[in-house]
């Protein structure tokens, strides 16, 4: 099975994604599993994780209604804030939907990330790590020393690096990037995903080669086991079709990967570390 594990649908009427805005008209408009279909066919995709976009309850809601309308969505990741006391009350309630894989914690959008370090969220992960329910983390480069603090307070938390912790492409910054990297791919229940890459680099501009030493970095450290292909559409159509996208990524796979290998990469992971 091939699995898309990181993209996006949303309904712009619903009014809680305030960072689409009609300055970005690539994106502001409705983006629904029809949509996505044709490219997912092409590419032999089955099926795909919807990741939440919006940091409301009612979001993760509407994905997992829409998820009952479209086989091709086999797991949603919500959202939750861990700051409030109700969080596992309203984490039952969603984990009650079947296709309920886990939360994002969006450490990206924190004026401080190191709020993640305060004793009420470590304590929350640690309540999610003992379950070992997955857990996305969205972040920057900038951040991952805080990440790095956080996996030694919770070092078995299943947990997998969205948009491989965005590194600086357009710039062609790989340090320190590359050593904290490789310090979080020692935690072995962390994941990376593959995703996200172009809206990194210069949107207009970029190669293919801009990526291959970051793709590279990752294949190697997280290995053929921890790693998963997302095309974090549609924000990728920002700086790249889905087409691609997926090209990006197979300029950079090595060639003495094997077959297992890349069906590891381009589903089995995703299915093993979302329990699908």
């Known amino acids: 099975m091939r699995i898309d594990s990181h993209q996006h649908y949303w309904s712009i009427a619903r009014g809680d994604y305030g960072w689409i805005t009609p300055e970005i008209p690539v994106l502001y408009r409705d983006y629904l599993p029809v949509d996505l279909a044709p490219s997912l066919a092409k590419h032999g995709i089955d099926k795909t994780v919807a990741v939440q976009a919006a940091p409301t309850l009612a979001e993760t809601d509407?994905?997992?209604?829409?998820?009952?309308?479209?086989?091709?969505?086999?797991?949603?990741?919500?959202?939750?804030?861990?700051?409030?006391?109700?969080?596992?009350?309203?984490?039952?309630?969603?984990?009650?939907?079947?296709?309920?894989?886990?939360?994002?914690?969006?450490?990206?959008?924190?004026?401080?990330?190191?709020?993640?370090?305060?004793?009420?969220?470590?304590?929350?992960?640690?309540?999610?790590?003992?379950?070992?329910?997955?857990?996305?983390?969205?972040?920057?480069?900038?951040?991952?020393?805080?990440?790095?603090?956080?996996?030694?307070?919770?070092?078995?938390?299943?947990?997998?690096?969205?948009?491989?912790?965005?590194?600086?492409?357009?710039?062609?910054?790989?340090?320190?990037?590359?050593?904290?990297?490789?310090?979080?791919?020692?935690h072995k229940s962390i994941y990376c995903k593959l995703s996200g890459m172009v809206t990194e680099a210069d949107h207009q501009h970029w190669q293919p080669e801009d990526f291959s030493r970051y793709i590279r970095f990752v294949l190697e450290h997280f290995g053929p086991e921890r790693v998963m292909f997302g095309s974090d559409w549609p924000v990728c159509l920002l700086a790249a079709s889905y087409d691609e996208v997926i090209g990006v990524l197979e300029d950079s796979i090595p060639f003495d990967w094997s077959g297992a290998d890349r069906d590891r990469l381009y589903g089995l992971n995703a299915k093993e570390f979302y329990k699908l």
């Open 62 to 186: 509407y994905l997992l209604a829409l998820s009952d309308k479209d086989d091709s969505i086999a797991a949603v990741v919500g959202w939750l804030d861990l700051d409030d006391p109700d969080y596992w009350q309203h984490f039952e309630r969603m984990r009650k939907h079947p296709k309920l894989a886990g939360f994002r914690m969006m450490i990206q959008e924190l004026p401080d990330p190191n709020a993640v370090l305060e004793p009420h969220f470590v304590k929350a992960l640690q309540r999610f790590e003992e379950e070992n329910i997955p857990v996305d983390l969205l972040v920057v480069s900038h951040q991952l020393d805080t990440v790095i603090k956080l996996l030694e307070l919770v070092p078995n938390l299943r947990g997998v690096i969205d948009h491989i912790a965005k590194p600086r492409i357009a710039e062609g910054v790989l340090d320190p990037w590359r050593d904290q990297m490789a310090e979080i791919a020692k």
